[in-house]
């Protein structure tokens, strides 16, 4: 972030999307939630874009995704999110009462664009367990 030019706006844009999210984690509204989450996810590789030197971490099949994702979401109203980590792979967010409607898309649609054809299917739980 040294040096680029959005950095402050960046920074100020985080403040204000961490303000939100106590609210909306409170709430539970996960609408609200998945947009945040994309919209960081977003920002963070439109700066890796924007520094200097530029750095591009997506690739093509990201934004497939992405897209799909997108067009999924409006046909069916489903709250599925996605967000990224600093690389090309993408993490989806939904509710677990939705995982039964959502896994026929992601095997049919997203599974074909996965590296190798394989993903991680992962939730989120109470913590590390001791074996």
Do not use: W
């Not at 989450?37 to 971490?57: D, F, G, I, K, V």
């Not at 497939?64 to 990224?84: C, D, G």
């Amino acid at each position: 972030m040294e040096g680029n030019p959005y950095a402050n706006a960046r920074y100020q844009q985080a403040t204000n999307n961490l303000d939100q999210l106590v609210g909306i984690l409170q709430s539970g509204d996960v609408h609200a939630f998945g947009q945040i989450a994309e919209l960081e996810a977003l920002t963070l590789h439109a700066l890796m874009m924007s520094s200097q030197p530029p750095y591009l971490l997506m690739k093509p099949n990201s934004l497939a995704m992405i897209e799909k994702i997108r067009q999924y979401r409006l046909e069916t109203q489903h709250p599925l999110y996605f967000t990224l980590d600093a690389g090309p792979n993408l993490h989806l967010l939904y509710p677990t009462e939705i995982a039964g409607q959502v896994a026929p898309f992601i095997q049919a649609e997203l599974l074909p664009l996965c590296e190798e054809g394989k993903y991680i299917a992962d939730r989120v739980g109470t913590g590390p367990v001791k074996f």
